[in-house]
């Protein structure tokens, strides 16, 4: 192991590449530091250290955004604009038939997707940019219990400074979306995956220590030592798939043959990934959301429907919450399996190309098949999604976590997901030169 890792240095290449992802990743967390306009960096210190914490989705983003969202910092948005516009693109390929033509022309169509994206990430960055502000400049960033200077974050409200924030904010997000483009260019695994890993490890240590404060050092020890089961039982699952087997018929092109060949479609325990969880966790804020616009401003009574809204759907340890959640996930499980495997497209390929599975018909009767295997592999997926994300709120009602709990959640499937895909294109890499890699 060690002697793998030693190879890696050794390698020019390789160690030029990971040199530029290690500098890029300095670059991006320096400017989750670096206060954008207009920003009184001393009660924004002053309401972090009253350890009041984002409410509803903000959670969320401030956990991407590795903390620069509560710093209200330059790279304030983190990666989430691109991670949105990436998802919306993707479902729009279900209504709109010109971006499902544009995914299946191949490199040229996927250049134009992705220029799409970008598009949509600057578009989302002013909507997200503006949006942030307002809420800064509400004094509810920290939420309604914060310290007094939670409420003037911002020196100056003219128009012109706002819309220097605005621009800040969402250049910040552009120039983010460029480095990402960069690392995976010129540097080692997926850039936007990467800087989403490196944002939420920087979470880490305040997550945990916030433990060892709250309660003891006996019981961080545990945390800890609970925390490395959950990680191998996630690295099991995430590796985990059902193989079908695939033959493909043999074929005479002039006096050579094709085909004749045995292989497999893998379909993973967990195809649908973190994008549950964030489905499930946007969906669940709109009611608070809807809630807090209704408050009585004149300090009545708000009406039942809010308070009752107010009481089961802001705070994640209220157990009405945690089952809407575990179902809302389990849901959006099965349906962005549905949309991003299609059965019947699987099918005609295999057909089209004279491959079968052993014991099935070709065509439909094969469509039929592989849905039948993906609504079954996808129901212990859902379950594992759903319990997997009830974790952080779990830690958060028993031993004093904070909201951005790491041993769980969208956190966990992250750090595991990109850290094993990571290590898979080193191990390659290290392959493609000394014919021994850095995995045994």
């Known amino acids: 192991m060690f002697r793998a890792i030693a190879r890696i240095f050794r390698t020019p290449d390789l160690r030029r590449k990971i040199g530029f992802t290690l500098g890029i990743v300095a670059i991006f967390r320096l400017g989750s530091f670096i206060p954008a306009p207009f920003v009184d960096y001393g009660n924004v210190q002053s ?23 509560l710093q209200l910092s330059v ?24 971006f499902e033509t544009l995914h299946k022309e191949g490199q040229s169509g996927q250049a134009k997707l992705t220029q799409y994206t970008r598009y949509l990430t ?3 960055g002013v ?98 030592a609970v925390g490395i089961l959950i990680m191998g039982a996630v690295v099991f699952v995430e590796q985990s798939q059902r193989r079908i087997p695939v033959q493909y018929a043999k074929r005479m092109v002039g006096r050579r043959t094709y085909g004749g060949n045995n292989t497999y479609i893998p379909i993973k325990v967990n195809m649908a990934g973190v994008i549950p969880v964030i489905f499930a966790s946007s969906l669940l804020y709109l009611p608070a959301l809807i809630a807090q616009f209704n408050q009585p401003a004149n300090g009545d009574l708000p009406e039942p429907w809010v308070q009752w809204v107010t009481d089961n759907f802001t705070s994640g340890d209220n157990p009405l919450y945690m089952l809407v959640y575990f179902l809302l996930i389990i849901g ?54 759903g319990v997997l994300a009830l974790i952080p709120l779990i830690a958060l009602a028993t031993v004093g976590a904070n909201q951005n709990f790491p041993f769980g959640g ?22 493609q030169r000394h014919y021994e890699g850095l995995l045994r």
């Open 127 to 224: 909507l997200q940019s503006t949006t942030l502000i307002t809420v800064a400049r509400s004094g509810t960033l920290f939420g309604s219990t914060g310290a007094p200077e939670c409420s003037s974050l911002i020196t100056n409200e003219a128009w012109y400074a706002i819309l220097l924030m605005i621009v800040t904010m969402t250049a910040g997000t552009g120039l983010i979306m460029w480095m990402g483009e960069l690392i995976t260019e010129r540097g080692i695994g997926n850039g936007m995956s990467l800087l989403i890993f490196i944002s939420i490890a920087a979470t880490f240590p305040a997550a945990l220590w916030s433990i060892a404060v709250a309660k003891s050092f006996e019981v961080f020890l545990l945390v800890i």
């Open 410 to 431: 969208a956190s966990i499937l992250i750090i595991v997901g990109v850290g094993l895909e990571t290590v898979k294109q080193i191990d390659s890499q290290l392959q």
């Open 75 to 98: 790279f304030a948005l983190g990666i989430m604009p691109y991670i949105t516009a990436s998802i919306i693109v993707q479902l729009l390929r279900v209504v709109i038939p010109h």
């Open 122 to 124: 600057i578009a989302l």
């Open 47 to 69: 309401c972090l250290a009253s350890n009041s914490g984002p409410a509803g989705l903000y959670e969320l983003v401030n956990l991407f955004s590795g903390g620069a969202l």
């Open 332 to 385: 959006f499980t099965y349906f962005y399996v549905a949309i991003t495997f299609n059965p019947e497209e699987v099918a005609d390929n295999m057909k089209k190309y004279g491959g079968f599975i052993p014991g099935i018909r070709a065509g439909r009767p094969t469509a039929e098949y592989l849905d039948y295997v993906l609504t079954r592999v996808t129901l212990p997926g859902s379950l594992y999604l």
